[in-house]
């Protein structure tokens, strides 16, 4: 039997049949492939496009093309058996993971893909904790099941390995490498099919020499299922299966409750094991009436707002971008309805605003609605003031909800205009970039006047630089790359004493703390109070650590950042008059960077994990390449005539690395970076550093 299914007409769904997923992987496993395969299968698009030849629908940005990556997290929508499928194709390169981080914030679902072949890649892992870290429910699709050595088994054994997540496989492969044709699935029992020129798959029963293969799959399938969910393993017991409703049920539940993740495969290039996957998303993914009530704040409280239209309107806002057509705002809506031409109040300014336009967004193009519900994810046209993290709310029900996490950045040039009559534009360019990319900081640097734009690393920067230089018409030269390094206490102060007295006239300033300054053991701030007898008020002592804060931005070793310590306040005393949160503030600020002088304090600098691949023959140069730019080898592993090799290296030191791995491995060495925190400078480096 030849399945043929067609997408249905766009409505506005209910909530229950809205999926908000994105599509998470490392770099080149093939996200922006799948995504495309589903527009097309879902009759979005009628014509597929392919990365390498630059004609996707989600990578439509000049750089994305020229490079073959995906660099912005790009919104489409598409609707699958009578469902809206809002979809959002993330980056899969390190430098991008705040893009990712601000998608995961707003989705509900993710798809989370591995290559058959390499299994669990370095940024795989990455975009998996945070996925973890927001809560967000997934399924996994391991793709190019067509390429020479892929193996299923070993890429399912490498999740449940190096993610610690429980792998629920549901389908077999058909037919290995240049010769897979299809999948078994393993809860109906059957073959689904996928001919040559043909754009739908056929179903029939398991082939032969498979059936025994697959009736050990899927009780191993049911073993495990019955093993995590009480109402399988009841019925397990009691009738020794289960029956394909109550698995599918079970694997709903498992997967919402991150229990287990279900496991697809195909072949998104060959256009295999897509239908499948848009099942399963349908299946197993939670829709926005899935999900708890959103939480924010208003005048203090905590409140909740349910994900139902008829409750007051609260989205957050969480990517903006410039185009020809107008400044476009990027919506998840969680509560409520908005309606084109109603005011929303920005919950953190205060400031009401127009929305001008509502659009459901296909990448680069855009249909005009007259509305977005719960559960939409749309773009609007109007906003002038609200950035990513933005809270928008009805204006009589004011409420802030919590915004995306920006990661601080690693790697900072110097820019400036190429011509002095292009500084102000420069200056806008610059302010525009940052408003678009929050993990873009601009700033001014106080001892030599540069202009320093800092990011998450250098493909970052390089992209930003380019988009100036095409977007803005802006000739820009740029300095060479540098990290950004902290400063961390080694050996802190006790009982330091700090008095803060000021008199001109009028009222004077009066504070008095004393304070214990102490390592902590991760990267951070942490400030307590431990007076007793009311000698500091609540209000004086969270502006001591307000001022504590303000300390933080320059440390004594070199003016950089201070992180990894601990400040307690245990004493202090005030004056009737002359004590303010003012002084208090002042008295904390000093005291601080007078403890700081006199502990012992050390220089961090940002450490990344190198997973690098080269010919067998070309290890031992690459070996000792590492080792001179200061890395530490914790793992190599080879086979097939390639080894992969495992390395924590300071970031300086691999700027440039690229093209010295080209040149040392002819062209065939690769390797790609994820932050792995922050490590001590050796005492000569640091010297050096210090003494530029």
């Known amino acids: ?142 793709n190019k099941l067509d390429r020479a050595g892929a193996d299923l088994d070993t890429a399912v054994a490498s999740i449940r390995e190096r993610l610690g997540a429980v792998p629920l496989v549901v389908q077999l492969p058909i037919g290995k490498e240049d010769a897979f044709t299809g999948v078994v699935d393993l809860l109906e029992m059957r073959s689904l099919l996928w001919r040559a020129g043909h754009d739908s798959y056929e179903t029939g029963p398991v082939p032969e020499p498979l059936r025994e293969e697959a009736q050990q799959r899927r009780r191993l399938l049911e073993e495990t299922v019955a093993e995590l969910h009480a109402d399988a393993l009841e019925e397990f017991c009691a009738t020794s299966a289960l029956t394909g409703q109550t698995l599918a049920r079970a694997l709903r539940e498992l997967t919402l409750r991150g229990d287990g993740v279900v496991v697809l495969c195909g072949s998104a290039y060959r256009n295999r094991g897509v239908e499948p996957l848009l099942d399963a998303v349908l299946a197993y993914l939670p829709s926005p009436a899935d999900m708890p009530p959103v939480r924010g704040t208003a005048d203090g409280e905590e409140q909740e707002r349910a994900p139902d239209p008829a409750e007051p309107f609260a989205a957050l806002a969480f990517k903006v971008t410039a185009t020809p057509t107008g400044r476009l705002t990027y919506l998840r809506v969680y509560a409520g309805t908005l309606r084109k031409g109603e005011s929303v109040l920005d919950a953190g300014t205060g400031r009401t605003e127009r929305v001008g336009r509502i659009l459901r967004v296909q990448a680069d193009r855009h249909e005009e609605r007259e509305e977005a519900v719960a559960g939409d994810i749309v773009a609007v046209i109007g906003l002038k003031a609200a ?235 690459v070996l000792g390449d590492l080792a001179a730019r200061r890395g530490r080898v914790s793992g190599s592993t080879s086979g097939s005539g390639t080894a992969v090799i495992t390395a924590a290296v300071p970031l300086a030191e691999l700027f440039g690395y690229a093209s010295r791995l080209r040149g040392r491995t002819q062209g065939r060495g690769a390797f790609t970076t994820r932050p792995a925190g922050l490590s001590p400078v050796p005492a000569p480096v640091a010297a050096a550093l210090l003494t530029r």
Not at 415 to 429: C, K, M, N, Y
Not at 463 to 485: D, F, L, M, N, T
Not at 486 to 493: F, I, L
């Open 1 to 142: 039997m030849r399945t043929n299914r067609r997408p249905l007409a766009t409505t506005s769904p209910a909530t229950t049949t809205v999926r908000n997923l994105g599509i998470l992987a490392h770099v080149d496993a093939g996200k922006t492939t799948i995504t495309e395969r589903i527009l097309f299968t879902t009759g979005a698009i009628h014509k597929r496009g392919e990365v390498h030849d630059g004609t996707t629908v989600t990578d439509f940005d000049a750089q994305e093309r020229d490079r073959g990556i995906t660099i912005f997290a790009a919104a489409v929508s598409c609707t699958w058996d009578g469902h809206r499928v809002n979809l959002i194709d993330t980056p899969g390169h390190v430098d991008f993971s705040d893009e990712v981080e601000r998608s995961l914030r707003v989705l509900d679902g993710a798809v989370a893909v591995f290559d058959a072949v390499a299994g669990v890649e370095p940024q795989s892992e990455s975009v998996w904790r945070q996925a973890d870290r927001h809560g967000v429910p997934r399924i996994a699709f391991v």
């Open 387 to 621: 950035r990513a993290g933005t809270t928008l709310c009805a204006p009589g029900a004011p409420v802030v909800l919590e915004p995306p996490t920006v990661a601080d950045p690693v790697v900072s040039v110097a820019v400036e205009a190429g011509r002095s009559s292009d500084t102000g534009r420069l200056s806008s360019a610059l302010a525009r970039l940052a408003e678009e990319d929050p993990s873009l900081v601009v700033r001014s640097d106080p001892e030599t006047g540069q202009t320093v734009l800092s990011g998450m690393g250098e493909l970052h920067l390089e992209v930003a630089v380019e988009k100036i230089r095409s977007g803005h018409g802006v000739e820009v030269v740029v300095g060479r790359p540098q990290v950004s390094y902290r400063e961390t206490v080694v050996r802190g102060v006790t009982g330091l004493v700090h008095r803060h007295v000021k008199q001109e006239g009028g009222a004077g300033q009066f504070a008095h703390i004393v304070i214990d300054v102490e390592p902590l053991e991760e990267v951070g701030f942490e400030f307590r109070s431990t007076v007793v007898g009311g000698r500091v008020p609540q209000e004086y002592a969270r502006a001591v650590e307000a001022g504590c804060r303000d300390a933080l931005a320059e440390g004594p070793l070199g003016g950089f950042p201070v992180t990894g310590l601990r400040v307690t306040l245990t004493d202090g005393a005030t004056h009737s008059k002359d004590s303010s949160e003012m002084a208090f503030r002042a008295a904390g600020r000093f005291a601080l960077r007078e403890a700081l002088r006199v502990s012992t304090v050390e220089l961090l600098e940002p450490v990344v994990e190198v997973t690098v691949t080269v010919p067998e023959d070309g290890v031992g140069g």
